[in-house]
Nanobody, 122 residues
């Protein structure tokens, strides 16, 4: 099993920055993909950015040039550096990982963090 603990959310003014962290712990063999999703009030959950174990990154168009996803494979932690924040970035941000629990079994499972609130407002 994998436990995810997120931190770094808060209230910030437009144009400000925040850095989200998500640390994975528990009993598992490996983590392949690490992702950040967000869910704004009244909207569905959307994928913001993802990073593979090899470092391949993708993100949605609306955050390109402002958000940077990174990971520390030793600490099993994924980060989301958010700069030039806008009011429309306000949402609950969720960490998601795809993990392989056992070396001898290729099955992967999805795990979610509890979410951290990001509010961008003056």
């Amino acid at each position: 099993q994998v436990q995810l603990v997120e931190s770094g959310g808060g209230l910030v003014q437009p144009g400000g920055s925040l850095r989200l962290s998500c640390a994975a712990s528990g009993s598992f063999f490996s983590i392949s993909v690490m992702r950040w999703y967000r869910q704004a009030p009244g909207k569905g959950r959307e994928l913001v950015a993802s990073i593979t174990s090899g470092g391949t990154i993708s993100c949605i168009e609306s955050v390109k040039g402002r958000f940077t996803i990174s990971r520390d494979n030793v600490k099993n932690t994924v980060y989301l550096q958010m700069n030039s924040l806008k009011p429309e970035d306000t949402a609950v941000y969720y960490c998601n990982v795809k993990s392989r629990l056992y070396r001898m079994r290729p099955d992967e499972y999805d795990y979610w963090g509890q979410g951290t609130q990001v509010t961008v407002s003056s």
